[in-house]
């Protein structure tokens, strides 16, 4: 069955390099590892209650920070410049945190929609394209220069 196309002797299978392959085995390894860890806090954590504080300080360092100023230096222009506004203003204005709010949510529409937008008219010089956002009524154009 050499010639069969179906035969596993003819079947290439793409790899990443050496090194790679070594460094992803390198992080299997951490992860269960981790994961054995965290199911032995989990089951001391009940066989010990009086150790809570440090079984949480320790699981949740290896959380992602759900801080907005932290998630804000990861995002994309327009959206972390947003972000950042809303943060700066702080509990005492409620108001002015939801306008920027709603600032920050027109960023993400935007920076989401320029891709598609410039796909649907490529070739052109110079492209408008207009799309509703619901909760104002408001008509924006999105402008752009096609390449």
């Known amino acids: 069955m050499r010639g069969d196309p179906a035969s596993p002797d003819d079947l290439l299978v793409a790899l990443p390099d ?24 989990r089951r001391e954590l009940w066989n010990d209650p009086q150790r809570r504080s440090d079984i949480y300080r320790e699981a ?30 702080g509990d005492s204005n409620p108001h002015a945190r939801r306008d920027q709010m709603f600032h920050f949510r027109e960023a993400t529409i935007q920076f989401h929609v320029w891709p598609e ?3 649907a008219a490529p070739g052109t ?23």
């Open 18 to 41: 050496l090194s790679v392959q070594r460094e992803m085995a390198r992080a299997v390894r951490a992860l269960v590892a981790a994961r054995r860890h965290l199911v032995d806090s």
């Open 117 to 119: 937008a410039r796909a």
């Open 60 to 89: 949740s360092s290896l959380i992602p920070s759900a801080d907005l100023a932290q998630w804000a230096t990861s995002l994309p222009f327009p959206m972390a410049s947003a972000l950042w506004a809303y943060e700066s203003k």
């Open 125 to 147: 010089l110079f492209t408008e394209h207009v799309f509703d956002l619901e909760d104002r009524g408001d008509r924006v154009p999105v402008r752009h220069v096609a390449r």
